[in-house]
C-alpha cells in the first residue's frame, strides 16, 4: 500500500520509482551472480593474484612482485615457449575461424532450402559435437595411424604412398590436422546458428530477389549474407574464446606437452603444465608462473572481446 | 636367515603394537585409500589387497589408481586441500622428496625393520640425505628388448652378442622386408626412457661412469655420450616408416602383431605382451654393448608406498607399510605382477620364467644401474631445462635427423651445464 | 531450371562427402568394439568376422555405468536448469536495465569466458571442503551452473537485445510487471536461444572429467566422464575394452541426441535471431 502510494507521489526516498526499478533489476541479477561470483569469479580472480608469487606447489607464498612477469619475457626459455604458444594457438584459432565458419556458413546455406533428406543432414552435421574429445581424439589417432589407419592405407591403395605421411608426428602437420579434428567436431555449432539466422530472413525477400533475376551466388552474398552479420559476429567471438582456450583435444591428441616438439602447445597446455601438473617426469608445478600465463591469455581475450563489444555498439548505432 | 627372522619379529612386535594401540575394546574397522598411477594393474593390486585383508580383517585397502598423466596434478591438488589417499605411490627422488619436504609425506624412520628389509641404495631414493625414509621400495623395473623367435629364426639371426650385431641382424631383417624395431616418438617419453637410458648405462660405464658425470668428472658431451646418440642414428632406418607417429601402445601391438621383429621395452610390459602376442614365441634379451665395452643393465627403481601425514588412519596406514617389507608381499608383486621385482634384500623365487629372464640380465652384466638421469640431474631450476627433458628433445631431434649426434651431444651437455654446479666448467 | 537442378546436385554432393567424413569414424568405434584385438589390427574397417561381445561384458563388469549414468543425468539436467533459469533472469536485466553498473556486470560475467577455470581449483576445493560436498554429485553442480553463466549472459543477453522494442513496450502498457515481462514474453520468445546454451553447457558438463577427478574419489559419486576416463586408462591397450568403453560413453548421449533433434534444430530456428 505505502509502497503504491510513495512512487506515485514521486517523494524523494528509498522506494522512489527509480530505486523500486532498480531493486526489480537487482533482484533479477542476484542468484545468477552470487553463484558466479563465490563459484567462480572468486576463485578465479583470487588465482591471478597468485601470479605475484613464487614457490613450489598450488600456493606459493613468496611475493616477488611481477617477477614472473617479468621472466616470461626475458628468460629464454620462458619467452621461447610463451611466444610458441602463442603463436600456435592463434593458428588453432585461425583455422577455426576460417575452415570451421566458412564451412558452417556453406553447410547452413545448403540447409536452409528445402529437400528431401535435409532433417537428416541437419542432424548428421551436430552428431560428432555430442561426442567427448576422448573419443574424437582417439578416434582421429586411429584414423591417421602411420602403420594401420584409414587415412594412409586409401592413400596407399591409390598409389599415393609418398603422401602417407605420419601425420600426427611432423612438426608443421600436426597442429593443423589436430585443428581440423576439432573444426569436425564442432561445426555443427556455427551451422545451426547461421541456419537460424538464415531461416530468420523473410521468404518474400529472397523470391523477389529470385524473380528479378540475381542468381544464388548474388543472393547469399547481397541479401542474406548482410542480414545475418550479428550472428557472423555472435559466432566470431565464441571462437575466438573458445579457441584461445582450447585444451582438450590437443591434451587427447598430442599430450600436456603438445607434441611433436612442442609443436602443437597452446597457452592451455602451457598453463597446464606450466601450473598445474608440472614438467614430465618431475610434476612439480609452479603456479606463479601459471598464474602469469592466464593472467596474460585473460588480458589478450578482454581486449579482444572489448574490442568487439566496442565495434558492434557503434555498428549498431550506425544502423539505427 | 638371521634378518628374516629379525623382520619376521619385528612385524609381529609391530601387529601386537597395533593391536594394544587399537586395542581393547575390538579392534575398529577402516578402510584405507591407496593413490596410484598404475591403471593396468587394477586386477593383480586387488589380490594383493586381498591378502593384506585376510591378514588383517579390521583393515579394507582399496586400491584407487589415476591415469598416469594426472596423477602428480591430482594427487597434489587432494594432499593440498587435505583430502588425499591415506597411502600413494611415491616417485623416486626429486619429486618424492618434494611431497616430503612439503609436510605431505609421513616420515617413516619409526617403521619397523625398514633398515634391515631394504638396503641403503634401495632406500636412498626415498630417503632424506641424511637417510630418513619416508617411503617404502615396492618394486624396481629392468629393461630389454623383446624379439620374436620366429622371425629371428626364419632369417637365420641368433641373439646378438655385441651392438655392431644387433645392427646387422636388423639390416638382415629389413632386408627381408621385416619392421626390425616397433619403437616410436609419438609419446616421447618411451624414446628417452626405454631406449636411450637402456643403453646409457653401458656406454658410460654403469653407477661408477654416472657418477663421474654427476661430479663432474666428466662432461655431458664426451666420447661416450656422442657414442650413445650414435646409437640412436644407427637405429632411425630400422623404426617403423610412421615412426614419428607411433605411439608408445602402437608400438607394443606391432610387436605384438607380429609386425615387427624387435621391441625396446620395460619388464612391466610382460604380462601385456603376453595377452596380446599370442601367435608366435617370443623372448626378451638385453641390448649388448657397443664391441669392446662392457654391458651395464638399467635396472631402475620405480615405485614406493609411503602414507599420507594427514590421515586419520595413520596406524593403520603403516600397519600396510609394514607388511609390504614382508616375503608376503614380496612374493605376491614379484608373481602378480611379473616384470616388477621386490626391492628387499631377500629376493623369492619368481615363478614368470621371462621375469626370471630379466633377473638374469642382472647377473651376466658387468653391472647394474639406474636410469642415467634420475638422480639430481631432473632439479634444475624451473627457467631451465632439466637433463630429461634435453635428452628427450635431442634424441628425437637425432631421430628426425634434424641434428648430428654431436650436435645434439653438446646442445643436451649445454643445458645440464646451465645449471647443474658440478658441470659448470663444461660450458 | 538446369541451373536449380544443377545446384541441388552439388548440395547432395557436398553433404554426401561431410556425411562420409561424419559417419565414417564412428562406424570404426563402432564395429571394432565388437572384434577381438588382432582381428581390429588385421581388418580395422570391416565388419566383424568373429563378433565378439567380450569388450562390453568386460566393461561392464569392471566399471558401474549405470550409476554412473544416474549421477551424469542427475549432475548435468539440474545444473542446466539452473543455468538458464538464473541465467536467462540475468540476461534479462543485463538487456534491459541501461545502466552503468549493468553494462559493468555484462563485463564482468563474460571476463569469465576467459580465464582458464583449472586456475581456481584449489580455491574451489577448499570451498567445495568448507561446505563439505567433497565426494558428493553435489559438489559438481554449484561450479557448473557458475562455469554456464558467462556463456549464458552472453548469448542471451545478445539474443534479447536483438528483440524489437515494440515487444517490451506493448506489454508495459498493459501493466505487465518486469517478472511478467519477462516469464510471459521474453522467455517463450528465448527458446532458440535457450537451446543454444543448453547444447554449450550439456556437453561441456557431460564430458568434464576435471572435477570429478579432484572432488570425487567415492565410486558411487562418479560420473559417466571420469568413470570412462579411469577405465579407458586402465585398457588403453587392450583395444576391444577400449572401444568398448568409448561406444558406451558415445552411445547414450547420441541416441538422446538423435531421439531431440528434430525438437532442437527446430527451437533453434523457430525464433531466429532476426538480422
Request: glycine share 6%; aromatic share 14%; net charge negative.
Amino acid at each position: 500500500m505505502s509502497q503504491a502510494n510513495l512512487s506515485k507521489n514521486q517523494k524523494p526516498g528509498l522506494l522512489n520509482t527509480e530505486n523500486q526499478r532498480t531493486l526489480t533489476w537487482v533482484l533479477f541479477l542476484l542468484p545468477a551472480l552470487l553463484v558466479y561470483l563465490v563459484f567462480m569469479a572468486g576463485p578465479l580472480f583470487d588465482s591471478l593474484r597468485l601470479s605475484l608469487y613464487t614457490g613450489k606447489g598450488y600456493n606459493p607464498t613468496e611475493f616477488i612482485g611481477f617477477q614472473n612477469y617479468i621472466d616470461l619475457f626475458t628468460v629464454p626459455l620462458w619467452r621461447e615457449k610463451f611466444f610458441n604458444a602463442v603463436t600456435n594457438t592463434c593458428i588453432f584459432f585461425a583455422i577455426h575461424m576460417i575452415v570451421q565458419n566458412s564451412l558452417g556458413l556453406l553447410f547452413a546455406n545448403l540447409l536452409s532450402s528445402d529437400f528431401k533428406g535435409r532433417n537428416f543432414f541437419r542432424t548428421l552435421i551436430f552428431t560428432p559435437t555430442t561426442l567427448s574429445v576422448l573419443v574424437v581424439g582417439f578416434l582421429w589417432t586411429l584414423i591417421l595411424n602411420p602403420n594401420w589407419g584409414a587415412v594412409n592405407q586409401v592413400l596407399v591403395g591409390i598409389g599415393l604412398e609418398q603422401w602417407a605421411l605420419p601425420w600426427l608426428g611432423r612438426e608443421n602437420l600436426a597442429l593443423p590436422i589436430i585443428a581440423l579434428t576439432s573444426v569436425w567436431q564442432w561445426i555443427g555449432m556455427p551451422t545451426v546458428m547461421f541456419l537460424a539466422g538464415l531461416t530468420g530472413i523473410s521468404e518474400e525477400l529472397l523470391e523477389a530477389a529470385s524473380i528479378d533475376g540475381a542468381s544464388e551466388w548474388e543472393i547469399f552474398w547481397k541479401i542474406k549474407f548482410p542480414l545475418i552479420q550479428p550472428v557472423l559476429g555472435i559466432i566470431a567471438i565464441l571462437t575466438f574464446v573458445d579457441n584461445f582456450n582450447a585444451f582438450d583435444v590437443i591434451y587427447a591428441m598430442a599430450g600436456a606437452k603438445g607434441e611433436p616438439a612442442y609443436s602443437t602447445d597452446l597457452l592451455a597446455t602451457l598453463f597446464y603444465r606450466t601450473g598445474i601438473a608440472g614438467e614430465h617426469p618431475t610434476g612439480i608445478p609452479n603456479m606463479g608462473m601459471g598464474a602469469t600465463i592466464a593472467t596474460i591469455t585473460f588480458i589478450i581475450l578482454m581486449s579482444g572481446v572489448l574490442l568487439w563489444l566496442y565495434l558492434s555498439r557503434r555498428n549498431a548505432d550506425e544502423t539505427k | 636367515m638371521q634378518k628374516k627372522l629379525f623382520v619376521v619379529l619385528s612385524i609381529l612386535i609391530l601387529a601386537s603394537l597395533v593391536l594394544t594401540a587399537c586395542g581393547t575394546p575390538a579392534p575398529k574397522d577402516v578402510t584405507l585409500t591407496l593413490g596410484s598411477w598404475r591403471t593396468d594393474d587394477v586386477a593383480a593390486w586387488e589380490a594383493i589387497t586381498t591378502a593384506f585383508h585376510a591378514k588383517y580383517p579390521n583393515i579394507t585397502v582399496k586400491f584407487d589408481p589415476t591415469n598416469p598423466p594426472d596423477y602428480n596434478a591430482t594427487l597434489r591438488s587432494q594432499l593440498e586441500t587435505g583430502t588425499g589417499p591415506d597411502l600413494f605411490f611415491v616417485r623416486s627422488f626429486g619429486v618424492g622428496r618434494e611431497l616430503f619436504d612439503a609436510g605431505y609425506i609421513a616420515s617413516l624412520k619409526d617403521l619397523p625393520g625398514i633398515n634391515d628389509t631394504f638396503s641403503a641404495g634401495a632406500r636412498a631414493p626415498w630417503a632424506t640425505d641424511s637417510g630418513e625414509p619416508y617411503a617404502v621400495p615396492i618394486a624396481a623395473v629392468s629393461h630389454g628388448i623383446f624379439y620374436n623367435k620366429d622371425l629371428f629364426a626364419a632369417n637365420g639371426i641368433e641373439v646378438p652378442t655385441s651392438w655392431e650385431d644387433l645392427m646387422a641382424a636388423s639390416q638382415k631383417l629389413l632386408d627381408a622386408g621385416v619392421t626390425p624395431f616397433a619403437n616410436g616418438t609419438k609419446d616421447a617419453w618411451d624414446i628417452n626412457e626405454v631406449v636411450m637410458m637402456q643403453l646409457l648405462p653401458s656406454d658410460v660405464g654403469g653407477y661408477d661412469g654416472r657418477m663421474a658425470y654427476l661430479n663432474g668428472d666428466r662432461c655431458f658431451n664426451d666420447p661416450e655420450i656422442v657414442a650413445a646418440f650414435q646409437q640412436m642414428a644407427d637405429l632411425k632406418p630400422y623404426l617403423p616408416a610412421g615412426f614419428e607417429a607411433t605411439s608408445y601402445a602402437d608400438a607394443e601391438q606391432l610387436f605384438a602383431q607380429g609386425k615387427a621383429a624387435m621391441f625396446f621395452d620395460g619388464s612391466w610390459s610382460i604380462g601385456q605382451i603376453k595377452k596380446d602376442a599370442t601367435a608366435f614365441q617370443w623372448g626378451v634379451f638385453y641390448p649388448p654393448a657397443l664391441k669392446g665395452k662392457d654391458t651395464y643393465v638399467s635396472f631402475h627403481v620405480d615405485a614406493a608406498i609411503g602414507a599420507n601425514a594427514a590421515s586419520k588412519n595413520l596406524d593403520a596406514a603403516k600397519t600396510f607399510l609394514a607388511w609390504l617389507e614382508t616375503p608376503e608381499f614380496a612374493a605376491l608383486i614379484g608373481n602378480n605382477l611379473p616384470g616388477f621385482f621386490p626391492m628387499t634384500n631377500e629376493i623369492p623365487s619368481l615363478t614368470d620364467p621371462i621375469a626370471n629372464d630379466f633377473m638374469n640380465f642382472n647377473k651376466q652384466a658387468k653391472g647394474v644401474d639406474i636410469r642415467f638421469v634420475w638422480e639430481k640431474l631432473m632439479d634444475a631450476p624451473t627457467d631451465k631445462v632439466n637433463a630429461y627433458t634435453s635428452l628427450n628433445n635431442n634424441v628425437i631431434s637425432v631421430l628426425k635427423g634434424e641434428k648430428t649426434p654431436e650436435e645434439a651431444a653438446n646442445a643436451f651437455n649445454a643445458d645440464v651445464a646451465d645449471w647443474y654446479g658440478p658441470a659448470s666448467k663444461c660450458k | 531450371m538446369l541451373r536449380t537442378k544443377f545446384n541441388r546436385a552439388l548440395t547432395y554432393i557436398v553433404l554426401t562427402v561431410w556425411t562420409i567424413i561424419v559417419l565414417f569414424p564412428l562406424w570404426t568405434l563402432i564395429v571394432n568394439s565388437f572384434k577381438p584385438q588382432n582381428e581390429i589390427f588385421a581388418d580395422p574397417f570391416g565388419l566383424p568376422k568373429n563378433f565378439t561381445l567380450d569388450g562390453y561384458i568386460e566393461v561392464w563388469k569392471a566399471g558401474h555405468f549405470g550409476l554412473y549414468f544416474t549421477n551424469s543425468l542427475i549432475v548435468t539436467i539440474l545444473s542446466l536448469t539452473l543455468i538458464l533459469f538464473i541465467g536467462s533472469m540475468a540476461a534479462y536485466a543485463l538487456a534491459k536495465w541501461k545502466s552503468r553498473v549493468s553494462n559493468f556486470l555484462y563485463v564482468f560475467f563474460i571476463a569469465g569466458l576467459m580465464i582458464p577455470i583449472r586456475l581456481g581449483t584449489i580455491d574451489l576445493m577448499r570451498l567445495i571442503i568448507a561446505l563439505n560436498l567433497q565426494n558428493t554429485i553435489w559438489s559438481l553442480i554449484p561450479v557448473y551452473v557458475a562455469m554456464g553463466m558467462p556463456i549464458a549472459t552472453f548469448v542471451l543477453t545478445a539474443f534479447i537485445k536483438e528483440l524489437p522494442n515494440e515487444m517490451f513496450d506493448a506489454a508495459k502498457v498493459d501493466g505487465a510487471s518486469e517478472w511478467q515481462v519477462y516469464s510471459r514474453v521474453v522467455l517463450p520468445l528465448m527458446r532458440p536461444a535457450l537451446a543454444t546454451v543448453a547444447i554449450f553447457n550439456m556437453i561441456k558438463i557431460w564430458n568434464d572429467f576435471w572435477f570429478p577427478l579432484v572432488f570425487i574419489r567415492q565410486e558411487s559419486a562418479r560420473t559417466v566422464a571420469l568413470g570412462v576416463s579411469l577405465l579407458f586408462g586402465q585398457y588403453h591397450t587392450d583395444w576391444t575394452r577400449a572401444l568398448a568403453v568409448l561406444s558406451l560413453a558415445a552411445i547414450p548421449l547420441l541416441i538422446l541426441y538423435i531421439l531431440l533433434a528434430r525438437e532442437f534444430i527446430k527451437g533453434l530456428t523457430a525464433g531466429a535471431i532476426k538480422g
